[in-house]
């Protein structure tokens, strides 16, 4: 349904990354993984072009997947804090990592109809899983959540701002945290460390207790 993105995640898959020259990509949509009985919903953007849309599982293969990753081993969620590919052992417990968008987007950008077009899938993702809590990282990921709201007419008064560590009680019942995505701009600046994001899902699971 998405031509650009299906033309984008092939060619990088065609040409790939000389680091990956002899690595079969995946490149095509990407789905979620983890418990299916997950507690905890991992929200992202989309898959990064040489990370998921290379290995065929989000967050895996890609600087933010060690962040993520890392910060959910040290939490109780992951049994190993390093995720490189789809057979290398990773576990999750009580926790559920997906995206907003399926496809990997050209210089990370999905436009605001591929947005819309994906949102369906994530809402079905969702109501299979029936999380208590949602993790959203980034921006665009917290408002993809609150747009899919909004689509089942759950209107929020006023919308809660994203924010990390940002906490907000919703009227489906579940607490949608925020938290800075861990992509190398965030991180080699500073703007987001290990305990920042250590402590939100520290929270997140505070939040079942």
Not at 7 to 22: D, G
Not at 45 to 55: E, I, K
Not at 93 to 114: G, I
Not at 183 to 191: D, E, I, L, M, V
């Amino acid at each position: 349904q998405c031509p650009r993105l299906v033309k984008w995640c092939e060619s990088v898959a065609t040409e790939k990354r000389a680091a990956y020259r002899s690595e079969e990509y995946w490149g095509k949509p990407v789905s979620g993984f983890g418990d299916p009985s997950a507690q905890i919903v991992v929200l992202g953007l989309a898959p990064g072009a040489h990370g998921a849309n290379r290995t065929g599982r989000v967050f895996t293969g890609d600087r933010s997947g060690e962040w993520l990753f890392r910060a959910m081993h040290k939490a109780g969620l992951a049994n190993q804090q390093k995720s490189e590919n789809r057979d290398d052992g990773l576990k999750l417990t009580n926790a559920w990592v997906t995206v907003a968008v399926r496809c990997a987007p050209p210089q990370n950008k999905p436009t605001p109809e591929e947005m819309r077009t994906c949102t369906p899938y994530l809402q079905q993702e969702l109501e299979c899983i029936q999380p208590r809590v949602i993790v959203a990282l980034g921006r665009i990921a917290f408002d993809a959540y609150l747009r899919l709201l909004r689509t089942r007419g759950l209107l929020l008064q006023p919308k809660p701002a994203f924010a990390h560590g940002g906490e907000a009680a919703l009227p489906d019942g579940r607490t949608l945290f925020g938290c800075y995505h861990p992509s190398r701009q965030n991180t080699h600046t500073g703007r987001l460390t290990p305990e920042m994001m250590l402590d939100v899902f520290r929270r997140a699971r505070h939040v079942l207790t």
